[in-house]
Nanobody
Framework: QVQLMESGGGSVQAGGSLRLSCVAS????????MGWFRQAPGKDREGVAA???????TYADSVQGRFTISQDNAKNTLYLQMNSLQPGDTAMYYC?????????????????????WGQGTQVTVSS
């Protein structure tokens, strides 16, 4: 069984930075993507960034140029570096591992294509 645990959230002022971490245990070998998602109160969960097994990254338009996803294979850890944070970035952030690519392609930023989820870590950005 895959287990994911996020950390690194907190409260910052607009323009500040945070680095989120996600430690994975169990076998994520069959996951096509590892990704970060976020959900604000009263809104749908949305994809923020994803990284494939080939190292290619995908970002939501709203965070392009400000956020960077990366991974440390030796530590089995996923990261999200968030710079130039804005109040609109305030949300619960989740780490997730996708389903395998079998018959149907996986959409990197589609939460319905992800099988395993962490508990979430809160990010709050004040103006």
């Amino acid at each position: 069984q895959v287990q994911l645990m996020e950390s690194g959230g907190g409260s910052v002022q607009a323009g500040g930075s945070l680095r989120l971490s996600c430690v994975a245990s169990g076998n994520t070998y069959n996951s096509v993507y590892m990704g970060w998602f976020r959900q604000a109160p009263g809104k749908d969960r949305e994809g923020v960034a994803a990284i494939g097994t080939d190292g290619i990254t995908t970002y939501a338009d709203s965070v392009q140029g400000r956020f960077t996803i990366s991974q440390d294979n030796a530590k089995n850890t996923l990261y999200l570096q968030m710079n130039s944070l804005q109040p609109g970035d305030t949300a619960m952030y989740y780490c997730a591992a996708s389903r395998p690519h079998i018959n149907v392609a996986v959409d990197a930023l589609n939460p319905y294509d992800y099988s395993y989820w962490g508990q979430g870590t809160q990010v709050t950005v004040s103006s």
